[in-house]
């Protein structure tokens, strides 16, 4: 069974992961990018990799999960921000 | 003496939470908000509160104190997203 605290851990991470869905969505419909920050999205791929070892560091499923598919929806981004300018 | 683990989670938790900061100089400095996705910035403040309650209980420093000062700045660009469309 899975305990409360990783629960709350997993509410966490889908939220914040889910965030990006509408973003990704946004921009894909829009082909427009400008108002977003391409450096956010650098940095923040760069950090969300790190936050990933972390997580098997401290053997924390919620970090490692919610950052694997954050990562996803945030090279995504990226990507749509270097594409659409 | 902090340990290894705890400084690559902080090394993360800085790169994360600095991402953001680009993003709220761009969006004050262009006064323009149009391609920046409300729903993304709604959930992930409140994803980010739970991350805060999560850190706490598991006793992760770095959960703790990265989400607590990305906080501040997603409600930043949230407002700003609110204000200048």
Redesign the interface.
Same mark, same amino acid.
């Given at each position: 069974m899975i305990d409360s605290?990783t629960l709350?851990?997993l509410?966490?991470?889908?939220?914040?992961?889910? %965030?990006?869905?509408?973003?990704v969505?946004?921009?894909w419909r %829009?082909r427009?990018?400008?108002?977003?920050?391409?450096?956010?999205?650098?940095?923040?791929s760069?950090?969300?990799?790190?936050?990933i070892?972390?997580g098997f560091?401290?053997d %924390?499923f919620?970090?490692i999960a919610a950052n694997i598919v954050s990562f996803i929806l945030v090279f995504a981004i990226l990507m749509l921000k270097i594409v659409f300018r």
């Open positions: 605290i709350l851990g509410v966490g991470g889908t939220l914040t992961t889910v %965030s990006f869905v509408p973003q969505v946004k921009t %829009s427009s990018a400008k108002d977003v920050s391409l450096w956010m999205f650098l940095i923040l760069l950090g969300i990799v790190i936050w070892i972390y560091l401290i %924390s919620p970090v």
